[in-house]
């Protein structure tokens, strides 16, 4: 079982990498439901990444210069992965998940980027058992479905589908409980996908890097910093966070081995055939 991991994920990332896999190719195997988290569709297109002020507020120096890119289509998880989801994947749950941070319904956390991303991880047993190959969302793919973009057009909305950010995120100002709440449970964006400010910090594909957007890197069609670094993106703010870490453009870190009460994910199925 442990060779047909490890061999499922060369596969994927091989396939990913050569643009031969798009979602609507990828069919998946008959499992436990759990095992197939509610996906988005998001048609790709161009769109203005990073911090503008008429539309973001104040922007700090690690969310400029704004710059446009390109992404392809993707689907990307409806909801951040639950603990019910984990615990099927992965068979228990992180075991600083207790007390009034559990639920079956509430984002998973305490998960770091190696528990997910990692050899044995989240998505590699995800990928074995059901025959797909799931990933985390790009720093640009998280960004482009958080705006609300679909074939371009996107929301200019200060949080992930309104102005008002106890709306649609569980912020420092608003959580009932001191841990994360049920997914789902604020309004979506305009595509549909919820949380994507507030409740559960977000893990990104990406390495962090402080200057990133000031680099050629950041303007190539599906930009991802894969420099070395010792740090992953985190986006979205949570339960715990300010307003302003739950603003679209806010961006933040963290090193991959570190899991915490406020950091959890989502899935992305890439659609890398060319702009189609």
Known sequence: MRTIKILLSLFCDAMLAAGAMSA???????????????MTTVI????????????????????????????NNFSIGTYEVTQAQWKAVMGELPVSIRGDYLGDDKPVVYVSYEEIAGVGGYLERLNAATGLCYRLPTEAEWEYAARGCNAGKCQSYLYSGSRNVGDVAWYADNFPRASPQPVGTKAPNRLGIYDMSGNAFEWCRDGYGSTF????????????????????????????????????????????????????????????RGRD
């Open 24 to 38: 609507s190719a990828q069919q998946p195997t008959p499992v436990n439901p759990l095992l197939q988290p509610k």
């Open 44 to 71: 790709g297109g161009t769109f203005e990444m990073g911090c503008v002020p008429d539309r973001d507020g104040t922007c700090s120096s690690n969310e400029t210069p704004p710059h446009t890119v390109w992404v």
């Open 213 to 272: 957007y000031a680099t050629d890197d950041a303007i190539m069609d599906n930009p991802e910093n894969t420099a070395d670094s010792a740090f992953r993106v985190v986006r979205g703010g949570s339960w715990h966070s300010h307003a302003a870490s739950c603003r679209v453009a806010d961006r933040d870190y963290d090193m991959p081995e570190h899991g915490s009460g406020s950091y959890g994910f989502r899935v992305v199925l890439p659609r890398l």
